[in-house]
């Protein structure tokens, strides 16, 4: 017994077994009725207010923070699609001997979810309150905002043979789609990658959480080939909030 | 290509050169004794032979004249502010302390000025400083104290002074005009619309030319003083316990270079007197077209939701600009541009800006009020479908 520590009172078995059989149904229960704001327990950790940096000019990413350390690629200062300021999450800093700051930032692309280390140099530094979770087992969206649940919608994930990548990602930028494309009117373009397709209709294989106009699989269900599909009130209320940068976390 | 060693040397020479100009500017003027004006110091106006006025003059402080008695042209709207003597006792001992004082600053050790445009001279700093005949006084003549309330400076002119047109004397680091001297040989002129400083002890007569003003006295000896439409203004030196209405007698702190530079200064107006030229608007400006998640949807009004912009004061002596948001403090701009960026964000808000300003105008609070709808707080562009789906 470590030193210091109370003293238990010894248990019945009997008692231990009655709350076992309790808390089980009520775990099931409280699965469908988690309020909102209430973070699951399979739900990673992450800060409330994430750290974000633009680029105002294209930077090599490094391996570490100095110019010694390995090139890994040039991450462009605006993104391809839309042509809005690169804005990548920044997870920490250091100061290199020569007294340059350098910033360990996410970076968009393969591998999905990679990080690198970019100068501080000719950057802009601000924040976002707001984070996604992806529960692909539950094929449900969580909104957070300063911490906590405001918004959770059903989804459709990636099917068994494209499955939705999981990790810790960011939105790349967002995108208002024509009528005429599928997956509108909105997509939030992920910096993850698909790890089955490494091109489909033109792009790099490149998750998005998207709508469902003109996809008829229902909501709940894993059919999609990575992507995370949305109702069109759902994706339209996210487009209309989040921005470039914003964490997206894809869990089991 | 130049040679090194040679251009050193000119710029030794060059900085000899202008130290010695500097200090040869400034002749150096030897310890002087107060110049005391004893029962003239009440007296605004004191002429020897008569005093005489056209026009709306406002002189603040005594009036008088001694040996002569007249007095002509004060009644309104000219306007004295203060005690009348016209060959009285008072102001017979006025004319009698003059003539001390006026002594006393003729034979005070001076630097020689003799032939310099006291426009020309450069800040001067406190003591004597002498002009064997004339003296001019062509544009602005800047008196330094040093930070020294009490500091003296004391003109001995041997024959006439005479300012152009517009000329002006500006006080700075503390001189006080109770403390500046000039003992004029002969006659004085202060030009049209001239701030002149200081106590002008001509032995003759003085006249002072229509709109210029005088902080200070006009004190004369043997001859008149004439007056057109001007304002003489003693009253930080104690020539008037009664300060006109409806006027501040500006402290001598006040005398900052900015004073008497007024362009919109009425005439007549004294030389210290606080300028307020001071102007600001506040504009908003939307956001450039470019930034991130910022961009407005075509064709929408801006009036009705606004997806950020740049809230920009511009105007004249704005010396700081605080913004707020709600009240809240975003930006503190103390040098131009005075602009802040304004991200919407959804809900109606009101943006202020408070500006103050170098000079003495007043400081001011503008408003803008927007509305941004969440729509417009984040509205993505239009991009291609290239997902996984």
Known sequence: MIQGEPARAPRRPGLRRGVRALAVPLVALCGWCLPVGTASAAAPRAPAVQPLVALLESHAARTGPGTHARRIETVGARRPLTNVRTVLPELG????????????????????????????????????????????????????????????????????????????FFVEEAVALSAADAGGPFALALSARSEVLQEFNGGPGQIAIHGTSGLWDPLGSAASHGCVRLGTRAITWLARRIGSGVPVTVTR | MSNPIRLRRAVCVGIALTAGLAAGALPAAAGAAAVNLGTAGPFVVLGGAAVTNTGPSVLNGALGVSPGSSLSGFELPAVVNGARHASDGVAASAQSDLTTAYDVAAAEPAGDLTGTDLGLAGPLTPGAYSFSTSAQLTGTLVLDALG?????????????????????????????????????????????????TGNVMALTSITMNTGATLQGRALARTGGVTLDTNVIDGSMCG????????????????????????PQAPPGSRTTLPTRIGTATLRRTPLSPGAPGQPRRPGQPRERCTDGFTATVRGRQIERVVFRLDGKRIATRAGSPFKVVVRATPGRHTVSARVTFRDATAAKTMKTRYRACSAAALQPPPGPSRFTG
């Open chain 2, 239 to 262: 020539t008037s316990t009664t300060p006109p209405p409806g006027t501040t007698p500006p402290p001598a702190a006040s005398t900052e270079p900015e004073a008497g530079t007024n």
């Open chain 1, 93 to 168: 800093s250091a100061v290199d001997a020569h007294g340059s700051r350098w910033l360990h930032v996410r970076l968009p692309g393969r591998p999905s979810g990679h990080t690198g280390w970019i100068l501080a140099e000719r950057t802009r530094r601000s924040s976002t309150g707001w984070r996604i979770d992806v529960a692909l087992s539950a094929r449900r969206v969580t909104v957070y905002r300063d911490g906590h649940a405001i918004r959770r919608f059903r989804a459709v994930v990636g099917a068994p043979a494209t499955p939705t990548p999981r990790g810790r």
């Open chain 2, 148 to 196: 020294d309330p009490n500091a003296q400076f004391v003109f001995e002119i041997g024959t006439t002074l005479t300012t152009a047109s517009n000329s002006a004397v500006l006080l700075v680091n503390g001189a006080s005009p109770c403390n500046i001297f000039w003992q004029v040989g002969s006659s004085a002129t202060i030009g049209t619309s001239t701030a002149f």
